[in-house]
């Protein structure tokens, strides 16, 4: 599962995965859009989103949230250099 953290300023949200089977998380930066219900469907509460990047184009970034929170406030918001990989690397191993 895949969720919303913290919107970035940049368009992109800083996301958690977690794996099901082990309870590790993994942190993500991605571009998320917000899924619309089928017309005759039931909304879900709360709204789910989806990435609209590929898992080639999704960051994943070193550390704990506190450390990411952490680098991000003594670099300016950014945290590029935590960038590791991207996600479609992880996905190979998994």
Do not use: H, Q
């Not at 993994?26 to 609209?52: F, M």
């Amino acid at each position: 599962m895949i969720e919303c953290i913290a919107d970035l300023p940049n368009g992109k949200s800083l996301c958690v995965a977690s794996e099901y089977r082990t309870g590790k998380d993994y942190w993500l930066v991605c571009r998320l859009e917000e899924s619309k219900p089928e017309p005759d469907g039931i909304a879900i509460s709360p709204s789910r989103a989806v990435a609209v990047e590929l898992p080639d184009e999704t960051v994943l970034l070193a550390g704990s949230f506190a450390a990411i929170l952490d680098a991000a406030m003594d670099a300016g918001g950014d945290i590029a250099p935590l960038e590791v990989a991207r996600f479609d690397s992880l996905l190979r191993i998994g």
